[in-house]
């Protein structure tokens, strides 16, 4: 999956020295990986004027699943072009290798989802991604640069106030993906389906001029298993953090947004762009907020029927 971004031409160079701050592998230069022709175009798009700019000193997002029907790339787009960061982590799975290897599926939108990445990164955010099971070919690079994004396996964010998150995709804490692969193959074939029919029911929806409703997410929220394998989840990882020494922890991979907090431990989940398009982000004074894009979307939408129905005054 990896040797999609792959040069024949590439020669490793040396990059900018890593940002201050980071907890992970300090200071130094690391070797870059350059970009093929092409993603080496900029993203197409001109982005929002500068007072329609959501300002956030750190923005956390994961779950894209690129190269499956599932993404809502045309979200997610008018997301990364909306907001400003110091840093911008990727928290794993943006890429679906496994959806990839049964069949190429990459749109135009997924293009510019990458690009406008880079342009971001081009731009002096930080950008850090950190590889999940369904991106784990990039785990191979890590250490590396590609198109100025580190490739970290988890990296120690220091907040405005001072707290130290872990960063990390969350597959670790799984015990499904670490002991039962096959399992986890069967359980993403469930959900692959799940998911094709939240997108026809969703394209019905769009017709009838109605906002966007997610049939997979209703579907977990109905089923007990994964309520608890979701509360077990969550559980397992802020144990896991607290062993750590750390003050929370920051994870994608299960597509549930939360913020939750055990005991000294704050749990942060970013949750998705397949179900419910939400990033978490923090403030310029520490604080932290779960983003709904959808809802955002839901809004403008009522927004403009509103204005719609307005009755024009004549002058």
Known sequence: MATMFDDSTAKLAPTRDRAPGSGIGGGGRR???P???????EDPADTPPTKDRMRFRTVFVSDFHLGTAGCNADLLLDFLRTIECDTLYLVGDIVDGWQIKKGWYWPQG?????RCILKIATKGTRVV???GNHDEAFRDYVGLEFGGVELLPEDIHVTADGRRLLVVHGDAFDAVVLYARWLAFLGDSAYTFLL???????AVRRRLDLPYWSLSTYAKRKVK???????????????????????????????????RQFNDVTYYN??????????????????????????RARAQQSARRAEAKRPVVAA
């Open 31 to 33: 070797p870059r990986i």
């Open 35 to 41: 970009l093929p022709t092409w993603l080496a175009a």
């Open 110 to 114: 997924h293009n510019d989802v990458v």
């Open 129 to 131: 991604y950190l590889p």
């Open 196 to 202: 094709k029919a939240n997108a026809v029911y969703n």
């Open 225 to 259: 298993n994964a309520v608890q394998f979701i509360s077990r989840f969550e559980e397992t990882v802020a144990h896991a953090a607290a062993e750590r020494g750390v003050d929370g922890v920051v994870c994608g991979h299960i597509h549930t947004a939360e913020i």
């Open 270 to 295: 970013d949750g998705d762009w397949v179900e419910s398009c939400t990033a978490l982000v923090e403030h310029d004074d520490g604080r932290m907020e779960v983003l709904d894009w959808h809802e």
